[in-house]
């Protein structure tokens, strides 16, 4: 049985599709990624899924449950990590735990000593007296994973669990993740900007722009469909007819895009090709201003499945009368 | 448990952070105290219709009284009628503080010592100016009989209500009261659904919201933890604005029970009602301008600081909807009269009524998600 199923799920916001007719699987015990641009709909499609807003049409099921028609039952199986930290800050961190754990009315010891057990994991247990208002950004997220996984959910949402930490509190975050699912074989469905993150970490990624899903699959299937498994960019001082094809032209190369003075090579076995480049390019009398050579990653996936621009976003009303306050990530 | 654990964090929010609690506290006070101060209390020209159906010696000797009233303190002013009913009727529809009637037949049992009887009849919604009525014509009463006979005369009995309760009530505490009413409604403003707007505003509400509660663990939740507080307010500021104006009178017991049973009744019911109202806001801007407003739509017409019956129709008519007229009716009967349930009842009734309707609603209308 999958973990979590849509089918044609849309959310429309005035006249702003927000998703349109996403369909797709998770299974069981994996981990599943979803990529996409700033207002791509990731953040609403995770709050269809953990049964907190309505969709405009479609069907989704989590855990087995329908969320439209049994979201109690589907709330008792998820864990959630939102997007915006959502810990009480005038309670402290055990105080956040402990009141949590009585949502899911999970027995009083049981709860107390699993609220330690998550506390020293994700190493709060010195600060657990102190008010949340008090920590740092990164100290509140780990909370609010512990908090997440106090009842055993079967499946964990993760909303860009790792946004605005330091590289450090971002590699806790992703070790005590992958912790915890090896653990309790969790399922987990997260989003991220980081690239890397999702590359390392997750089974399948699905890329999703405009609300659409555009791309699904493993990240190295993903970047199968990209040619070449390197890429070289090179500055020159100048462009002349005819050196996009000459360089196509090398055994190796599969793909050439030049961009004003940047060329951007695709290529098979980048180190071994380089000086076939560089004799090509003298032919033209052109010099190399700079040169970079990477291997291909799933950010040139993505980049290529969502393109360069900033997508072009429908904002949220917000009241002129009353005054946002806070600016809300929704 | 789900619903205890919403009321145990909202408690312990609450005494973290005590400077809502202390401003609930303060303002009723403050208010009392600038109020009773600025507005003077002595009420003039109460109408007052007397119907006379003795037309014997002391029916004219009351009438002389009763001028000697209208011309001296001026409390209240003299209509006369000669049909009871009516008379009735009117004081019913707040067009007179009160009616006096002296039956027939009343000279007669004054001078055969048979336990005479005079009528008072008082519009019982409008309490300050029926106790003023009130206290000025008992006060003439005895005169009536120490002056001119010398057996004693149970024309006590006649007044509607009991002697002890023509004890004079000065402004400042008639206003005790309507402060303590007050208080319930700043403590049900800033408390119960404030407590969800603040978490919707900090977006909190998300992490609850993915959880197993349902709508009634939260409003209810909410509710009982703003009930505690609103009650505890409250009793604090009658305690203290009684002290301060020195009613300090022994009620009872049971009259204190009643009094703390009625403001549990109207926590329950404003906030009941500010969930309604306030459901969705989700900035707590919108709560102190809301809250503004409300407390001047709905204190001041309650009888609180000026008696119900010299309002315009209109606002009578909203009087009569007004839950905090009926809390300040009420507690003003148990706090002046003494624990008569009768005085009460229907005061109780409305109240209950309108508190199962607000909470009712609140919980089927409160939105469950984003
Ligand atoms: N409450 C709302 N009312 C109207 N439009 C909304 C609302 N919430 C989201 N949107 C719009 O829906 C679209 C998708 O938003 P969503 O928050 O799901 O994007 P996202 O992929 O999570 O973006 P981000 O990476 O910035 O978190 C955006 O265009 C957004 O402006
Ligand atoms: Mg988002």
Redesign the pocket.
């Known amino acids: 049985m999958p973990s979590v199923e849509t089918g044609n799920l849309t959310k429309i916001?005035?006249k702003?599709r927000?998703l349109d007719n996403v369909s797709f699987q998770v299974e069981d015990g994996e981990i599943f990624g979803l990529l996409?641009?700033?207002?791509?709909?990731?953040?609403?499609?995770i709050r269809i899924l953990t049964t907190i807003l309505l969709p405009t049409s479609g069907s989704a099921r989590v855990a087995g449950y329908d969320v439209l028609s049994h979201p109690s039952r589907v709330r008792r199986l998820i864990g959630v990590v939102s997007?915006a930290m959502t810990s009480d800050l005038d309670l402290t961190a055990r105080e956040n735990l402990n009141v949590y754990g009585q949502f899911f009315e999970i027995p009083k010891r049981e709860r107390l000593e699993k609220v330690e057990y998550l506390l020293d994991i994700v190493g709060l247990l010195e600060h657990g007296n102190e008010l949340v208002a008090s920590y740092s950004g990164g100290m509140r997220r780990r909370l609010e994973i512990a908090r997440g996984l106090i009842h055993k959910p079967r499946i964990l949402f993760l909303?860009?669990p790792t946004i605005g930490l330091d590289p450090q509190s971002r590699l806790v975050v992703w070790d005590l993740i992958r912790r915890f699912i090896k653990e309790d074989n969790i399922t987990l469905f997260l989003?991220t900007?980081y690239m890397e993150e999702a590359e390392t970490i997750c089974n399948r990624i699905a890329i999703?722009d405009s609300?659409k899903i555009v791309a699904l699959d493993s990240p190295e299937r993903l970047k199968q469909e990209i040619p070449g498994s390197d890429v070289i960019e090179l500055r020159l001082s100048g462009i002349t007819n005819g050196i996009a094809d000459s360089l196509l032209a090398i055994p190796g190369v599969r793909e050439v895009a030049l961009n004003g003075l940047i060329a951007k090579i695709n290529l098979d076995n980048g180190a071994h090709l380089l000086p076939a480049i560089i004799d090509e390019l003298r032919k033209y009398d052109v010099a190399i201003e700079d040169i970079s050579m990477r291997q291909l990653t799933l950010e040139d996936v993505f980049i290529r499945y969502t393109g360069k621009s900033i997508r072009d976003?429908?904002?949220?009303?917000v009241s002129y009368f009353i005054g946002a306050g806070v600016p809300r990530?929704? | 448990m789900r619903t205890i654990a919403i009321i145990k964090r909202d408690l312990k929010k609450f005494f973290r952070n005590p400077l809502i609690i202390i401003v609930s506290i303060l303002m009723p006070m403050i208010y009392l105290i600038v109020v009773g101060n600025t507005v003077q209390g002595e009420l003039k020209n109460l109408p007052v219709v007397l119907v006379d159906m003795d037309r014997g010696p002391y029916a004219t000797r009351v009438i002389e009284l009763v001028r000697a009233i209208e011309a001296g303190p001026k409390t209240i002013r003299v209509f006369y009628m000669s049909n009871p009913e009516r008379a009735i009727e009117d004081v019913k529809q707040g067009k007179y503080a009160g009616a006096l009637i002296i039956p027939e037949g009343f000279s007669r049992d004054v001078i055969r010592s048979q336990g005479a009887e005079l009528g008072l009849f008082m519009d019982n919604i409008d309490i300050i100016s029926a106790n003023a009525v009130h206290a000025s014509v008992l006060a003439a009463v005895p005169f009536l009989t120490k002056e001119h006979i010398s057996v004693r005369v149970d024309t006590t009995r006649p007044i509607l209500k009991s002697v002890e309760l023509s004890r004079k009530i000065d402004y400042d505490q008639s206003l005790v009261p309507g402060v303590v009413v007050m208080a319930v409604f700043m403590g049900a403003l800033s408390t119960g659904v404030f407590n969800l707007i603040m978490d919707r505003f900090l977006g909190i509400h998300e992490s609850y919201l993915v959880t197993p509660l349902n709508k009634m663990d939260i409003v209810l939740g909410l509710i009982v933890s703003g009930l505690i507080l609103t009650t505890g307010i409250a009793v604090i500021v009658f305690a203290a604005s009684s002290m301060l104006t020195g009613i300090f009178m022994f009620l009872g017991l049971s009259t204190y029970i009643m009094i703390i049973a009625l403001i549990i009744l109207t926590s329950l019911g404003l906030l009941g009602l500010m969930f309604i109202l306030l459901g969705r806001a989700d900035h707590p801007r919108i709560v102190g301008v809301f809250g503004g407003f409300l407390n001047v739509i709905l204190f001041f017409p309650s009888g609180a600081i000026y008696p119900v019956a010299s309002f315009p129709g209109w606002l009578q008519v909203f009087a009569k909807v007004n839950p905090e007229a009926y809390a300040v009716h009420a507690l003003r009967s148990l706090m002046f009269r003494g624990g008569d349930i009768a005085a009460i009842r229907s005061d109780l009734i409305f109240l209950a009524l309108f508190t199962t309707a607000v909470l009712t609603i609140a919980i089927v209308t409160f939105k469950r998600r984003?």
């Open positions: 916001y005035g702003n927000a996409g641009p700033n207002g791509a709909g990731k953040t609403t499609l997007q909303d860009e989003t900007h999703i609300g976003e429908e904002i949220k009303k990530r929704m | 984003l």
